[in-house]
T-cell receptor, first 118, second 113 residues
Framework: GAVVSQHPSWVICKSGTSVKIECRSL??????MFWYRQFPKQSLMLMAT?????????EQGVEKDKFLINHASLTLSTLTVTSAHPEDSSFYIC??????????????FGNGTRLTVT | DQQVKQNSPSLSVQEGRISILNCDYT??????FLWYKKYPAEGPTFLIS?????DKNEDGRFTVFLNKSAKHLSLHIVPSQPGDSAVYFC????????????FGKGTRLSVIA
């Protein structure tokens, strides 16, 4: 089945540094990928929609200059958390719609990245 | 304002019994619904879906029921197994292109042996 790979699975960084998270669709092409964030005991909150070859679309309240998204190819999207602060510590998950076209195809998720900013 | 609500944060069920997880939505534009299962420190895994043209979809031990008039759906797991213990997320979307999903807060299911 469709597989989405996310790397790294966990990262600890110091406050003020930047962290890059990669999301790859392994056996299908994904023109659109979605980045979610989950706080403990909370729902998955959509941060942005990543479009191959164009600018990402950010949800209200998400700082585009802080969370840089690059979708340079049909199989890779990256999320860079710039100048990270402790409040950015969270579980970040990427997803892509499966090989079937249209909105009927379920989203497939990466295993997520646990970011801890000290 | 939550568009997808899972009002039970947790549920405990004995092994072999039926687990029923509930989900309510408010957006009448939603016409495609999914259930995801999530283990700690992992991404959600797609479980089962249903479109608004149906009121029931079954896949093995998992059945999803949709009541459009009540804007309510439920996931039935029977018989429940200890390996089913996880957080279950209900999600919904409107069938208007490549739209993202809106998730509920999840229900933690514990199946007790």
């Amino acid at each position: 089945g469709a597989v989405v790979s996310q790397h790294p699975s966990w990262v600890i960084c110091k406050s003020g540094t930047s962290v890059k998270i990669e999301c790859r669709s392994l056996d299908f092409q994904a023109t659109t990928m979605f980045w979610y964030r989950q706080f403990p005991k909370q729902s998955l909150m959509l941060m942005a929609t990543s479009n191959e070859g164009s600018k990402a679309t950010y949800e209200q309240g998400v700082e585009k200059d802080k969370f840089l998204i690059n979708h340079a190819s049909l199989t890779l999207s990256t999320l860079t958390v710039t100048s990270a602060h402790p409040e950015d510590s969270s579980f970040y998950i990427c997803s892509a719609r499966g090989p079937r076209t249209g909105s009927d195809s379920p989203l497939h998720f990466g295993n997520g990245t646990r970011l801890t900013v000290t | 304002d939550q568009q997808v609500k899972q009002n039970s944060p947790s549920l405990s069920v004995q092994e072999g019994r039926i687990s029923i997880l509930n989900c309510d939505y408010t957006n009448s534009m939603f016409d495609y619904f999914l259930w995801y299962k999530k283990y700690p420190a992992e991404g959600p895994t797609f479980l089962i879906s249903i479109s608004s043209i149906k009121d029931k979809n079954e896949d093995g031990r998992f059945t999803v029921f949709l009541n459009k008039s009540a804007k309510h759906l439920s996931l039935h797991i029977v018989p429940s197994q200890p390996g089913d213990s996880a957080v279950y997320f209900c999600a919904a979307s409107a069938r208007s292109g490549n739209t993202p999903l809106v998730f509920g807060k999840g229900t933690r299911l514990s199946v007790i042996a």
